[in-house]
Structures are given as structure tokens and as C-alpha cells.
């Protein structure tokens, strides 16, 4: 008798403009990197068990040093409990819809290669890859629909985790390749999910991503930004149209191909962003790294939250040069290599 086994990957992504409006029912364009990915395994097993990463969640050190050590540099959340709070949340969706779940029971194990810490959508690729893979494993994807999936996996995080996050990532997850969002109020009240629009990745200009080697060694300041926006103040509230608005002037330049405009425009993205959320907030590494590819005549905007950044790439020479200068002070810089559309 064979035994069943099936994997799932999700990759990582990188957003190129719009982004933080779509927290605040803005627009914004994303795109999945393929460079970087986490898969989760499902194989039949007599009962459900689920395995610790050995690197992100360790339980056996050699000493206590080596424990504080680890703690320290990864924190106490690795990725076990998103595989807990993911097949939790799926299980009473599934009972609450009525869905019947016949299959065998299953071990599931993770694997991740995108950084940690750095804005690249790492935990919601984790919480996608194991949803897709237990509506798989049970054979109830016709009960779920790609429109409305990002918002389940966001509810995982919210009120399983308690994990403040948005739905650009998730959309862009679910849906993979290069996608405009537009998260306007009215679209996400009447129905609960925004308008997403897929773009051929032919319109993508070459892209680089760099990002942080040691996130931990910058810490993380919260941003008060979301109490402004509620509060009414006005820059705040004018700085999240202009976002959405580079993202709406974003998608007819790539699809004109005018990529010195999209260049042009991120530069002018993180300027605001600076602006708006303050230097302790973008942290040292944002601010250098941006630093480094400015001395060489090009533009960059942050990829999320973290510390990663996404620009459109130069010729080859001006390309090395700056990743060579990049690579030189600890960052690591790369071709973005987009990823694949996701079939539903």
C-alpha cells in the first residue's frame, strides 16, 4: 500500500509600490520572488504530529548559553506555532462551513529559506503553504475560493496569533506572480475582499533585492502611524493617497514600460516613508542600505515592514558595482527572479 504524501511551496515576495496604503484602503503592486520559498510535507501517519524546525524551532541545545544565545538572535517564535494556529483555524472553518474532512492523519514539517525578519512575507507563506496543503490533503478546494483565501489566512495570524498584519501579502501569496490590489473601503465592506488584477510579469522591469544578514542587530521600533491615520491627521492620511497613487501611475508605467519612472518613483515612496514613520522606525540598515544604491544614481523602496529593500535595476557594470558595495557592509544583494502564477 502506498502512502500518501504531498507538498506545498509558497514563495517569498517583494513589494514595489502602494505599499503601506493597503493597510489604510490603498492600492499597491507586489510581486513573489522565487528566489526564496518555504514548502510545508504532509505524509500519512498514524496520528496528526507535527515537527519542530531543528533551526528555527530548537528544543536541544548543549548548554544554557548556546539557549540564551539562540533566543536572543531568533526570539521564542519560530514557525510551529503558525503550523498550530493554521490547522486549528482551518479545522473550525472547515466545521463551521459544514465541510466533512475524510482523510488519513498526517506528519507535517516545514521548511523556509526566506530571511527572517526582513518584510519578505516569510510567517504568511507558512500559513498559505499549510492551508493550501490541508485543503489538498482533505480534497475540499471547491469549498474555498481564491477571492476570499487571503482573508483566511490573515485571520490566522489576527486572531489565532494576534499578529498585526495586512492583506497585501496574502493576496499576493495566494495568487502568486505580479498583482495590482486595490483595497478600497467600499470593495472590502460590501464583500470582504478587494479588487485584485493580475499583471504579466513581461511588464516587471529587472529587479534587485537586498536585505539584512542580522536583522536582530537593529531591533524594532512599533510606529504610531495607524493611531495618526485613525486620529484624522492630515499628513498622515495625504501621504497614504499619494502611496496608493504610485502604485495607480506604477502600473501604467511598467506596462508602458517606463522603468525610469517606476525608478523615480520608488525613490520618491521611501522619501515619504521616511517622512512619515521617522528614521527609528525604517531602523539603521533600511537607511543604509537605500544610502548605497542612491550613491550610485539609483532609487529603492523598502519590499515590507522589515529590512529588505526592491529597486529597478541598472546596467550590469553600475549593477555590480553597487551590489559589490552592498555585499561589502554585510548586506546581501541579488537579481529578483519573479515568481510563478498560482493556479487555484
Given at each position: ?112 529559506t526566506i530571511p527572517r525578519e526582513v518584510g519578505m512575507a516569510g510567517s504568511s507563506a507558512i500559513v498559505i503553504a499549510i492551508w493550501r496543503s490541508l485543503i ?209
Open positions: 500500500m502506498s502512502i500518501k504524501k504531498l507538498s506545498t511551496v509558497v514563495h517569498a515576495r517583494a513589494g514595489l509600490l502602494g505599499n503601506p496604503s493597503d493597510g489604510y484602503f490603498g492600492k499597491t503592486i507586489s510581486c513573489l520572488i522565487s528566489n526564496f520559498f518555504a514548502q510545508i510535507t504532509l505524509k500519512e501517519s498514524e496520528i496528526i504530529e507535527l515537527l519542530p524546525h531543528p533551526s528555527y524551532d530548537p528544543m536541544d541545545f548543549p548548554n544554557l548559553g548556546t539557549l540564551a544565545k539562540t533566543i536572543d538572535k531568533q526570539g521564542y517564535y519560530g514557525g510551529l506555532r503558525i503550523m498550530l494556529a493554521s490547522c486549528k483555524r482551518f479545522y473550525q472553518i472547515c466545521t463551521e462551513r459544514g465541510i466533512k474532512l475524510d482523510a488519513p492523519n498526517f506528519t507535517v514539517r516545514y521548511e523556509t489538498n490533503w482533505y480534497g475540499v478546494s471547491d469549498h474555498f475560493q481564491q477571492t476570499t483565501f487571503p482573508q483566511l489566512a490573515l485571520d490566522t495570524e489576527l486572531i489565532e496569533l494576534g499578529i498585526t498584519a495586512g492583506l497585501q501579502d496574502r493576496v499576493i501569496q495566494t495568487y502568486g506572480g505580479v498583482m495590482y490590489m486595490d483595497f478600497d473601503r467600499k470593495y472590502l465592506t460590501e464583500r470582504g475582499y478587494g479588487e485584485y488584477t493580475r499583471m504579466p510579469q513581461s511588464c516587471i522591469p529587472p529587479l534587485f533585492v537586498a536585505y539584512v544578514l542580522d536583522p536582530s542587530e537593529s531591533g524594532f521600533i512599533h510606529s504610531d502611524v495607524k493611531r495618526r491615520w485613525n486620529e484624522g491627521e492630515k499628513e498622515v492620511r495625504d501621504a497614504m493617497i499619494t502611496f496608493a497613487s504610485f502604485a495607480e501611475d506604477g502600473r501604467e508605467a511598467m506596462l508602458s514600460g517606463d522603468y525610469d519612472a517606476i525608478r523615480k518613483m520608488q525613490g520618491k515612496a521611501f522619501s515619504l516613508r521616511r517622512k512619515i514613520f521617522g528614521d527609528s522606525v525604517l531602523g539603521k540598515h533600511n537607511l543604509r542600505m537605500v544610502e548605497i544604491v542612491e550613491s550610485f544614481g539609483l532609487c529603492a523602496t523598502t519590499c515590507g515592514s522589515g529590512g529588505a529593500i526592491a529597486g529597478v535595476m541598472a546596467d550590469p557594470e553600475k549593477h555590480a558595482a553597487m551590489a559589490k558595495a552592498l555585499n561589502d557592509e554585510g548586506y546581501r544583494c541579488m537579481t529578483a527572479i519573479i515568481g510563478p502564477d498560482y493556479a487555484w
